[in-house]
């Protein structure tokens, strides 16, 4: 049953991953073409806030005090508002002109994680319930309907939002196992809500 389970939580990743990857593909999106995901306030502001922090991991600014904003200032609030996903750690890997590549990857990379989380709460939540095979089938569509549906694809532009896309199944798990009451289980949501806060 746990094969089963690991099993489908693996595929659902992959089918969401190549569903995105298609999207990107057929709409000539970064790195396929010279569109990207990135409109409205993305690229008004959200690559600025990228490249920003992409030169304080590279240590050539700071959090603390930056003149990169008007007569210079803090970059705590910018940080803990747009910039804490630790999907945002993966910038120094991108050069300043591909930001766009970055954020498409980061949209899949989110999605994917969402579809991975929601299969795994249902297969857990529903554990006792599974008796077929074609049930672990239905648990793979829903988490893809639920990873790419209207409220994700729309806020491909807002990817600091779907922290908490993936992040609602854990918590959804863990508020399961509390009212379960079993044994370790208000740690592990106060870890998932605290982690949701951050991010």
Not at 151 to 159: A, G, P
Request: proline share 2%.
């Amino acid at each position: 049953m746990k094969k089963d389970r690991l099993y489908s939580v693996m595929i659902t990743g992959m089918l969401t991953a190549f569903v995105m990857v298609m999207i990107l593909f057929f709409a000539q999106c970064s790195p396929f073409g010279g569109k990207a995901l990135t409109y409205m306030d993305a690229d008004i502001q959200y690559l600025d806030f990228y490249l920003y922090y992409k030169d304080v991991l590279c240590g050539e600014n700071s959090l603390i005090y930056t003149f990169g904003k008007a007569l210079g200032g803090g970059g705590i609030a910018l940080f803990s508002y747009y910039l804490s996903s630790p999907f945002c750690l993966l910038l120094p890997f991108f050069d300043a002109t591909n930001l766009h590549v970055f954020f498409d990857l980061t949209v899949v990379l989110k999605l994917t994680l969402a579809s991975m989380t929601c299969c795994y709460f249902l297969l857990s939540r529903f554990e006792d319930r599974i008796q077929e095979k074609v049930q672990y089938v239905f648990a793979v569509l829903l988490s893809l309907g639920y990873a790419l549906g209207h409220y994700s694809m729309t806020q491909c532009s807002n990817i600091m939002w779907l922290d908490g896309v993936y992040m609602l199944p854990v918590i959804l798990l863990c508020v399961y196992k509390v009212v379960q009451k079993q044994k370790g289980s208000c740690w592990k949501l106060a870890i998932a809500v605290g982690y949701a806060i951050i991010a």
